[in-house]
């Protein structure tokens, strides 16, 4: 098992925002993590990169118990994260935002093109703009860069917190479609969002949180067609 939560409690100051989360990411799978505003999604999400300590339970990671270690050391280790919201760095150039997730590993020449390329070859647009300041950049392009910097990093866990997030139709589905591809390189998967029909949809298995509970799980495709599920998330009477 590539990643373990195991009885995952999360506060912030005295409000527990996390009640006992327990879920595991295989490799190789995409895993969704889904639910309404509050659920505890991003909160799971920031324990398992290392921005948001755990009070009690335990986090493995490859085998390895890093629930204390530092985040910085967690991306060395390999998990990776698009955070909700971009978090680009405005001022700064694409290239100059894509070299900052390399920070972690400090890779050769050779190797920074290597990543270059990769994340190119993902995203043609940022190739085009390589030397635009990011601010500028429509709100599809800085999250093609976000998960860009991510990858990066060479992570084998990449961690996606709303990727949709603010995008229009079109550019959703283009996200999900380079997620599919990414996953398909050898990069495992976990994604928070929202958008609980693009998400289930290309998701190996998928959990549902509400109000820090995981409340259901299953694979993606049974998800997507349970009455509950679609009523609930999905709009579907």
Not at 10 to 35: K, M, N
Not at 144 to 157: D, E, F, N
Not at 161 to 188: H, R, W
């Amino acid at each position: 098992m590539l990643l373990e939560i195991t009885d995952l409690q999360v506060f912030y100051g005295r409000i527990q925002a996390l009640h006992g989360v327990s879920l595991y990411v295989a490799q190789g799978e995409i895993v969704a993590l889904i639910g309404a505003n509050g659920a505890g999604k991003t909160t799971t999400m920031r324990a398992v990169s290392g921005l948001r300590p755990a009070a009690h339970g335990r986090i493995r990671f490859d085998g390895e118990d890093i629930t204390k270690l530092r985040a910085d050391l967690r991306v060395r280790r390999g998990i990776s994260q698009a955070p909700e919201g971009r978090g680009i760095f405005p001022g700064m150039t694409v290239l100059e935002n894509l070299d900052m997730g390399t920070y972690a590993r400090r890779p050769g020449r050779e190797q920074r093109q290597q990543d270059l390329e990769r994340v190119f070859g993902l995203f043609p647009r940022l190739k085009e703009r390589r030397m635009q300041v990011a601010g500028t950049m429509s709100g599809g392009e800085q999250q093609m860069l976000t998960i860009g910097r991510a990858l990066m990093a060479r992570p084998k866990l990449l961690l996606l917190d709303e990727p949709s997030m603010g995008l229009a139709p079109m550019l959703i589905s283009q996200i999900f479609s380079i997620i599919k591809e990414i996953n398909g390189q050898g990069v495992t998967v976990l994604v928070v969002e929202q958008n609980a029909q693009q998400s289930l949809s290309i998701a190996d298995r998928a959990y549902i949180l509400e109000t820090g509970l995981i409340v259901t799980q299953g694979k993606g495709r049974d998800l997507l067609a349970d009455p509950a599920v679609k009523a609930a998330y999905l709009g579907v009477a």
